[in-house]
């Protein structure tokens, strides 16, 4: 996406500069103890505060938030402070910031949460480099609570129906302005939860445009010491449900019967229509409980399709089958075994299905088909590679996996590419795992091809018979643990690698692109990390004329008997010079040449490693900076016409004369 790498990009000065690019609109209540954290995040912003307007609006509040604002306000001067009576929820307070809003966009904080100090900026410029009308920031949870996705991928256009989007539905997003006015988009009044839900929907399907930054977060979600973020208070859940009803009906209002109506309504039963059956559900009598089913029971009717039903995970599906059918008693056990205790492990079936372990499976006195328990299809490996690291040629593996509830009996790592797959067992006890890939014998005992091969995992889970019975597998992508960064990880550094009979290659590791999967590439070209990255050199000549060249590398996995040699490049030409070689600790290693004479003329210099059939020519770079990036250039050693020695003659014919001059002279 065509956004600019340099969040200094220069924005207009002076006293022509326009109006705000981006109004934020933060709705307070009772929140001093944040307000800190929050507006702080906003005045922190990268982007020019000449193009940011804040606009807080209190809402009755009685803890000192007004007095704060006032008093940021003077300090402030992009800073504007409405008041009105408490309202019961951030809608109207929003809707009057909304009111009071003059920038081209507009973004909605939360008092609780805040901002990372360069948002604004990348959310601005993505908006306008993709003309968005809706622009999701990646989204981090901290204290507690949850980010409702995870945004990975900057996309410059995404679709409600096949992307995370649709599942935050929440204010926390940038908007542009025009947009809003010309849709008359505003936040339902009055509501503590869910006040959000027909603005966030009715933007979405309506945007021409909805981008995605996920280069870096930019919002992030506190949960609130006291548990008194507005998900968390009590509520009329009937009451609710019934409001729900009617955002729902504007969804199928919006959306035809069909795949992309179902998708939008597995995400409403997951986050509105199923979510009090917990422990909202569980804390009122009987009455109250069935009360409860009773108000959902429509939402079910109207909404709950087949394709909804299996789409949903079986405690939900559970729950959704038992409102339909109107099997109270079943239902409550069901939630109780989700939040009061916890289900059953898994059972793996003799089919080789895997049934979750929620009560009544299989009861013949219930009418709980199997269908609603079956989570074959949803058991994911959880896995992480903790460390990667070589021993001489050897790779080392070592990380965590099982398969949730069921375990895990064998594990194996593998390497694919070339259409092909090589299986390398692992040493697996406890939910640890030890894995050792030797180039020269992964490939069934022998070596493995030159290539990209892709590191994945593989468990698998043996039911009560063992290897003989029934089995589930599972496999995933091996990625690494940390941030991405791997220019300090000693095992991301190439290195030759041994491979018996098929020589000696360099091996690579990489992560792939956005997702960071590991892969090993095996005699690449080099683009992505080269060998002997580090390679810099000097070219020094010395009084009597001598030129001497010293390199200095690290170059991991180097065979005992490779020859090391600096060598001269041109457009046509290779001359290889005299070489000494110094190992030092480290996989370090020095070079030099002295040169005596040579072909006259401005050579490239590189240093040549020669092991076997196995040979690379590595570009020495300089060891200062260059006139350009400030980054190393290639290091080049010219030879004068003629050679040093006639060089030498003329340096002393010269002499010659001027001795004899002086001489005359006297």
Known sequence: ????????????????????????????????????????????????RRHIEVIAVDDGSTDGSAEWLAEQARRHPHLTVLRQPASGGAGKPRNAGLARATGDYVFFLDSDDRLDPEALFWLTRTAQQCRSDIVYGRIAGADG????????????????????????????????????????????????????????????????????????????????????NASRQDTDWCEYLGYIGTVLDRVAAEVPPGADRDKLMVRHFHGEILMPFGAPYLARDPAGRTAMAAAARP???????????????????????????????????????????????????DDGRVYAGYPYFRDPRRALPDACYDLTDRVVLRQRLLRQHWVG????????????????????????????????????????????????????????????????????????????????RREAWLVPDGDGEDQGDPGFVPRIAGRGAAGPAVAALFRSRPHGHLNLDLDGDGA???????????????????????????????????????????????????????????????????????????????????????????????AGHGDGD?????????????????????????LHRVRRLRRARR
């Open 1 to 48: 996406m065509p956004v600019p790498d340099d969040p200094e990009v220069a924005v207009p000065t002076g006293p022509r500069a326009p109006a705000p690019t981006v109004s934020v609109i933060v709705p307070v209540h009772n929140t001093r103890r944040y307000l800190d954290r929050s507006l702080g995040s906003v005045f922190a912003q990268t982007l020019d």
């Open 145 to 228: 609570r949850a980010a409702p996705v995870d945004l990975r991928t900057t996309s410059e256009r995404v679709s409600v129906f096949d992307s995370p989007v649709y599942w935050s539905l929440a204010a926390y997003k940038l908007f542009r302005r025009s947009f809003v006015e010309r849709h008359r988009l505003r936040f339902v009044e009055g509501r503590l939860l869910a006040e959000d839900l027909p603005f966030g929907i009715t933007a979405l399907l309506r945007a021409d445009v909805v981008s995605v930054f996920a280069d870096r977060t930019c919002y992030y979600l506190h949960g609130r010491e006291d548990n008194s």
């Open 299 to 349: 939402l079910v009717e109207r909404h709950l399709t087949d394709r909804v039903l299996t789409a949903l995970p079986p405690g939900l599906r559970l729950r959704a089958h038992c409102l339909r059918a109107g099997l109270d008693d079943e239902l409550t056990a069901v939630v109780r075994a989700d939040t009061a205790t916890r289900p059953d492990p898994p059972h793996l079936d």
């Open 393 to 472: 040629g050897v790779l080392h593996l070592r990380g965590t996996a099982a398969l949730p509830d069921l375990g895990g009996d064998t594990v194996e790592i593998l390497l694919r590419g070339n259409g092909t797959t090589h299986r390398i067992p692992a040493r697996y006890a406890d939910g640890a795992w030890r894995a050792a890939v030797d180039p020269a014998t992964a490939a069934d005992g022998g070596p493995v091809a030159d290539g990209v091969w892709g590191l994945k995992i593989a468990v698998t889970a043996y039911g009560p018979g063992g290897a003989a019975g029934p089995a589930l």
């Open 528 to 622: 992505r990390r080269p060998l002997g990255g580090d390679l810099r050199g000097t070219a020094d000549r010395t009084r009597t004329g001598r030129a001497t060249v010293t390199a200095r590398l690290t170059l991991p996995g180097c065979p005992v008997d490779a020859e090391l040699r600096l060598v001269l490049q041109d457009a046509t030409r290779t001359v290889a010079l005299r070489t000494t070689v110094e190992r030092g600790a480290g996989d370090r290693y020095t070079v030099r040449s002295v040169l005596r004479g040579g072909p006259p003329g401005t050579w490239r210099v590189a240093l040549r490693v020669t092991a076997g059939p196995f040979r690379r020519e590595l570009p020495v770079l300089t």
């Open 630 to 654: 400030g980054g190393p250039t290639p290091l080049t050693l010219t030879v004068p016409g003629g050679g040093f020695r006639a060089g030498l003659r003329r340096r002393a014919r010269l």
